[in-house]
């Protein structure tokens, strides 16, 4: 990032400059198990949060903004996974969409699935549900905007990732799971 | 052979329009050095975290080797230690595509070993269920194939109908994916009012959309130039590794087991098994779109046969399967799908044995890709149908 992360920008020039970033996230998806069709489903026309600025070509890890690991995660996996987000510039966002990837979700006694991407790549926003709606991808996604308009470059990148959105943590009812 | 004298060989077209006389170099002229490629386990041809590695000549495959095991997560081992209602949440999910298909099966099963009477009700919407969510399977297939090979469009089509009957399901059964709608016995509750109308409704929907499909994708000159004679499948190699579903009746063989052997009701209604010639790539997309069009034959059936009455059985508080063991096959959407269900009289199955249709399709890899070009590795890749978590479990 060079100078962005070493000085604070001037008020007017953060806020256009992360009013740039916020629409403009070019997401990989890691699409790993059932939520991915959930992902697919929310970015075609029905929900189609390519409208949110959230555009899902991204032609590989090294163009992306945005990782959205859908899915559960095994132990087999997780060194891909760590992988591809390193090669991921800075900044990078991750949402973990579903329960599989925040928790480990069905498989939590499972002895082959990773209990949570959150061990291996830090998290920025948790979608919770097995699958979540796509309603609840849109959610996190508006989430996670909200937090990119607001925050500083430098701050971030001094102070990573230290305390992640969890949806529905403050009304645990608002947001059900789909099924 | 140096480079120079193979290209001073391939004569220049003499006018534009006439064919260029291109002589081919055989391996002994044109040095070729063998390469080690991985496809996946991230790769979006292999929609999921499926891995093959192609040993290649050139651009020609050498030889496939399909790594299975990245979306392991156990589920034979965890079925041991969930009652017989609990299972059905974890089973509809190795199929995430299918997930009213398995946990059918399991119904079945269970049922089979408690000697249970299913009210006529309950199997007949059990039919229904299962037939859209063939539909819901297959339109995702029709989408993802043709985004592989390069045209957006049907995906977006594809997921105009599959919302539609994510609702319609959504109505019943309160789930867009996972359903857990069964239950041993029976269904969980019957369906709301006015669910049949709607039915009707989303299924004239998709019957009049149909044919967008059959010109958009099926009709492309670009797509039938990257699959026709692609990959062809003898019917003797797709029987020996276990291949069904698709991408056996692309071979010519018209196996499925609610023609020949049929379970809930399907032996009272007309079941057409759309069946290939060639075992190519088209044949077997050809089987896929027009197993959509029969199972909405089925779903009209059903529609004039549903019956009124009971969806479930009382059940006892704590289900237990006296000691023994079955074995249940229904037609999953991609194949047939198989539960070795064994109980030792207890709450919870003493093993649950899954016989998967994706992990016997996927046998067919191998020898499908040898001899292919790389670009129709991809076309190959797409065409055997699988959902990752079909073959890891």
Same mark, same amino acid.
């Given at each position: 990032?060079?100078?962005?992360?070493?000085?604070?920008?001037?008020?007017?020039?953060?806020?256009?400059?992360?009013?740039?970033?916020?629409?403009?996230?070019?997401?990989?998806?890691?699409?790993?198990?059932?939520?991915?069709?959930?992902?697919?489903?929310?970015?075609?026309?029905?929900?189609?949060?390519?409208?949110?600025?959230?555009?899902?070509?991204?032609? &590989?890890?090294?163009?992306?903004?945005?990782?959205?690991?859908?899915?559960? @995660?095994? /132990?087999? +996996? =997780?060194?891909?996974? #760590?992988?591809?987000?390193?090669?991921?510039?800075?900044?990078?966002?991750?949402?973990?969409?579903?329960?599989?990837?925040?928790?480990?979700?069905?498989?939590?006694?499972?002895?082959?699935?990773?209990?949570?991407?959150?061990?291996?790549?830090?998290?920025?926003?948790?979608?919770?549900?097995?699958?979540?709606?796509?309603?609840?991808?849109?959610? &996190?996604?508006?989430?996670?905007?909200?937090?990119?308009?607001?925050?500083? @470059?430098? /701050?971030? +990148? =001094?102070?990573?990732? #230290?305390?992640?959105?969890?949806?529905?943590?403050?009304?645990?009812?608002?947001?059900?799971?789909?099924? | 052979?140096?480079?120079?004298?193979?290209?001073?060989?391939?004569?220049?077209?003499?006018?534009?329009?006439?064919?260029?006389?291109?002589?081919?170099?055989?391996?002994?002229?044109?040095?070729?050095?063998?390469?080690?490629?991985?496809?996946?386990?991230?790769?979006?041809?292999?929609?999921?975290?499926?891995?093959?590695?192609?040993?290649?000549?050139?651009?020609?495959?050498?030889?496939?080797?399909?790594?299975?095991?990245?979306?392991?997560?156990?589920?034979?081992?965890?079925?041991?230690?969930?009652?017989?209602?609990?299972?059905?949440?974890?089973?509809?999910?190795?199929?995430?595509?299918?997930?009213?298909?398995?946990?059918?099966?399991?119904?079945?099963?269970?049922?089979?070993?408690?000697?249970?009477?299913?009210?006529?009700?309950?199997?007949?919407?059990?039919?229904?269920?299962?037939?859209?969510?063939?539909?819901?399977?297959?339109?995702?297939?029709?989408?993802?194939?043709?985004?592989?090979?390069?045209?957006?469009?049907?995906?977006?089509?594809?997921?105009?109908?599959?919302?539609?009957?994510?609702?319609?399901?959504?109505?019943?059964?309160?789930?867009?994916?996972?359903?857990?709608?069964?239950?041993?016995?029976?269904?969980?509750?019957?369906?709301?009012?006015?669910?049949?109308?709607?039915?009707?409704?989303?299924?004239?929907?998709?019957?009049?959309?149909?044919?967008?499909?059959?010109?958009?994708?099926?009709?492309?000159?670009?797509?039938?130039?990257?699959?026709?004679?692609?990959?062809?499948?003898?019917?003797?190699?797709?029987?020996?590794?276990?291949?069904?579903?698709?991408?056996?009746?692309?071979?010519?063989?018209?196996?499925?087991?609610?023609?020949?052997?049929?379970?809930?009701?399907?032996?009272?209604?007309?079941?057409?098994?759309?069946?290939?010639?060639?075992?190519?790539?088209?044949?077997?997309?050809?089987?896929?779109?027009?197993?959509?069009?029969?199972?909405?034959?089925?779903?009209?059936?059903?529609?004039?046969?549903?019956?009124?009455?009971?969806?479930?059985?009382?059940?006892?508080?704590?289900?237990?399967?006296?000691?023994?063991?079955?074995?249940?096959?229904?037609?999953?959407?991609?194949?047939?799908?198989?539960?070795?269900?064994?109980?030792?009289?207890?709450?919870?199955?003493?093993?649950?044995?899954?016989?998967?249709?994706?992990?016997?399709?996927?046998?067919?890899?191998?020898?499908?890709?040898?001899?292919?070009?790389?670009?129709?590795?991809?076309?190959?890749?797409?065409?055997?149908?699988?959902?990752?978590?079909?073959?890891?479990?």
């Amino acid at each position: 990032m060079g100078l962005m992360d070493q000085v604070e920008l001037p008020q007017p020039v953060k806020y256009v400059f992360n009013w740039g970033r916020k629409y403009s996230l070019w997401c990989f998806n890691f699409g790993l198990a059932c939520c991915a069709i959930e992902f697919i489903a929310a970015s075609t026309s029905r929900h189609d949060f390519i409208r949110h600025g959230v555009i899902p070509f991204a032609h &590989g890890p090294r163009q992306a903004d945005l990782l959205v690991v859908s899915g559960t @995660l095994t /132990d087999k +996996m =997780a060194p891909a996974v #760590k992988r591809l987000y390193e090669e991921m510039p800075e900044p990078k966002y991750v949402i973990s969409f579903g329960s599989c990837s925040n928790c480990g979700g069905p498989y939590w006694d499972s002895y082959s699935v990773t209990k949570g991407v959150d061990q291996i790549i830090p998290v920025d926003v948790y979608v919770p549900g097995c699958p979540p709606r796509p309603e609840a991808l849109l959610d &996190g996604i508006i989430a996670l905007q909200d937090r990119i308009q607001n925050e500083s @470059l430098k /701050d971030r +990148m =001094a102070d990573r990732r #230290k305390d992640p959105i969890t949806l529905g943590a403050d009304a645990p009812l608002a947001l059900g799971s789909s099924s | 052979m140096s480079d120079l004298d193979t290209k001073e060989r391939i004569q220049p077209a003499t006018a534009p329009g006439e064919g260029i006389a291109v002589q081919f170099v055989g391996d002994a002229d044109f040095p070729t050095q063998d390469m080690s490629v991985s496809i996946g386990p991230a790769h979006p041809a292999t929609h999921g975290v499926f891995r093959i590695v192609l040993e290649l000549d050139g651009e020609r495959v050498k030889q496939a080797t399909p790594v299975v095991g990245y979306m392991h997560r156990g589920f034979e081992k965890l079925a041991e230690h969930r009652d017989f209602r609990q299972i059905m949440a974890l089973v509809n999910r190795h199929d995430w595509l299918s997930g009213f298909s398995n946990e059918l099966g399991v119904a079945l099963a269970v049922e089979q070993m408690m000697e249970m009477e299913v009210p006529d009700r309950a199997q007949w919407i059990r039919m229904l269920m299962a037939e859209w969510n063939r539909i819901l399977n297959h339109l995702m297939f029709v989408g993802s194939y043709a985004l592989e090979l390069g045209a957006i469009t049907p995906m977006f089509y594809a997921f105009r109908e599959r919302d539609d009957i994510q609702h319609l399901l959504e109505s019943a059964t309160g789930g867009r994916l996972h359903f857990t709608y069964n239950q041993p016995g029976g269904l969980k509750i019957d369906l709301p009012k006015g669910f049949l109308k709607e039915s009707v409704q989303v299924s004239q929907t998709v019957r009049t959309r149909l044919p967008d499909y059959f010109d958009l994708v099926l009709g492309n000159e670009i797509f039938q130039g990257r699959t026709k004679g692609v990959g062809p499948l003898p019917p003797d190699v797709a029987l020996s590794v276990g291949a069904t579903g698709p991408t056996l009746q692309a071979t010519g063989v018209a196996e499925d087991s609610r023609v020949t052997e049929p379970y809930l009701k399907y032996g009272e209604i007309d079941v057409e098994v759309p069946v290939g010639e060639n075992g190519d790539s088209f044949d077997r997309f050809y089987c896929l779109l027009h197993r959509i069009r029969t199972s909405l034959d089925i779903i009209d059936q059903i529609h004039d046969h549903m019956p009124a009455g009971p969806v479930n059985t009382k059940l006892p508080k704590m289900v237990k399967a006296p000691e023994g063991a079955t074995y249940v096959r229904t037609e999953n959407p991609l194949g047939q799908l198989g539960y070795w269900l064994e109980s030792d009289g207890g709450r919870t199955p003493w093993r649950l044995k899954m016989r998967t249709p994706s992990f016997s399709n996927v046998q067919t890899m191998p020898y499908l890709m040898e001899g292919a070009l790389l670009p129709d590795a991809i076309s190959i890749l797409g065409s055997v149908f699988f959902v990752v978590g079909d073959i890891d479990r």
